[in-house]
Every structure is written in C-alpha cells, then in structure tokens.
C-alpha cells in the first residue's frame, strides 16, 4: 500500500525558510517520480515542484522559481521541499504525490504571515 507522509511544516514569517519533508513507503521508491503540490481553499490544487526517479531532472513552477529546492534521498526514502524566502502567498497546504495509484499525502500546512 502506497503510503506518503509529509513533515515540517508551520508558521513562519516572509523572508524565512522552510523544510519540508515527503516520506515515502509501499512501493520501489526508485522508479517514481515524485512532485510536491500546493492548495488553497477555494483555489484549484498547483504543482510547484517535481523530481525524476533518479533526482537528474527537477522542475519548478514560476511562482516558486529560484526559492524553492526539491531533492530526493532513495536510500531513505524521502524527497525534500527547501523553501527559502517564503512569501505570504506561499500560504497553503502542500501535499507530495506520486503517481502510482494516483497517490497523495495527507498535507500539511505552511503558513506565512508577520
């Protein structure tokens, strides 16, 4: 059973970071591509980031370009989301997916407010 669970999230002011983190258990972790997505209530879910099986080829969508850093370990399991420079529209929950199954994590909330 494909199973996602992300960490790091909270309350943090503009300009600082953050680290998320994407667990990842159920499946050969190697093979998938792995991608982070955000949502706002109201507002349809966006990709910000995506890495390859291998973590060669990253991608990142315009809004998060320059600030953000996904990253994977295949020996542990995990792809990281290094946010720096958050901004208060970076607010929302982030949710990792993989497509096996069409598969999500549960969320978690980043909030970014003074």
């Known amino acids: 059973q494909v199973q996602l669970v992300e960490s790091g999230g909270g309350l943090v002011q503009p300009g600082q970071s953050l680290r998320l983190s994407c667990a990842a258990s159920g499946f050969t972790f190697s093979s998938y591509a792995i991608s982070w997505h955000r949502q706002v209530p109201g507002q349809a879910r966006e990709r910000v980031a995506a890495?390859?099986?291998?973590?060669?080829?990253?991608n990142y969508a315009d809004s998060v370009k320059g600030r953000f850093t996904i990253s994977r370990d295949n020996g542990k399991r995990t792809v990281d989301l290094q946010m720096n420079n958050l901004k208060p529209e970076d607010t929302a929950m982030y949710f990792c997916?993989?497509?096996?199954?069409?598969?999500w994590g549960q969320g978690i909330q980043v909030t970014v407010s003074s």
């Open positions: 890495i390859t099986a291998s973590g060669s080829i990253t």
């Open positions: 997916y993989v497509p096996l199954g069409d598969s």
